[in-house]
């Protein structure tokens, strides 16, 4: 990676959240011609906001939700297309599992789209289920144990 890249955790207020939506919007819904509903908005006020910033600007987050004691799961992973592929999307799931692993937990979820399978596999997560469609797309849904 090029530029330094610091991962913090972030409340889900005001102008860090802001900015985080904006960015999962223009990554994650605005190319499937989509927007977030307040509905699953307000789905997000549960989950640890991880950003990952690069001077005063988001560069890419990532949600962690509980699901039980053991289990998490990792949501709405974005980062901005001119720094992908510079190591902030391992810094972000790296992150995570530390956060899981300080919490007591042993096993991550997650729903990767089938373009991302590859990214996740070279971080040593699974497939553990057959093809679906979510968001219009194909998904997987993938797990890693933690040792």
């Not at 990676?1 to 102008?15: K, L, R, S």
């Not at 802001?18 to 011609?33: C, F």
């Not at 790296?94 to 937990?105: F, I, M, P, S």
């Amino acid at each position: 990676m090029n530029e330094a890249c610091q991962i913090a955790i972030v409340p889900f207020t005001g102008v860090y959240y802001s900015d985080e939506v904006a960015l999962r919007t223009r990554v994650l819904r605005k190319p499937l011609g989509m927007q977030y509903t307040r509905e699953q908005l307000q789905e997000d006020d549960s989950d640890v906001h991880l950003h990952a910033m690069i001077g005063d600007q988001l560069a890419g987050c990532l949600l962690l939700r509980r699901i039980d004691s053991h289990l998490f799961q990792i949501r709405q992973v974005a980062v901005k297309p001119e720094v992908q592929r510079k190591g902030i999307g391992t810094q972000l799931v790296l992150k995570a599992e530390t956060l899981v692993r300080e919490q007591g937990g042993s096993n991550i979820l997650l729903h990767s789209r089938k373009t991302a399978i590859p990214f996740y596999q070279t971080l040593g997560y699974s497939v553990i289920s057959e093809e679906y469609i979510e968001v219009s797309l194909p998904h997987r849904t993938m797990q890693k144990i933690l040792e």
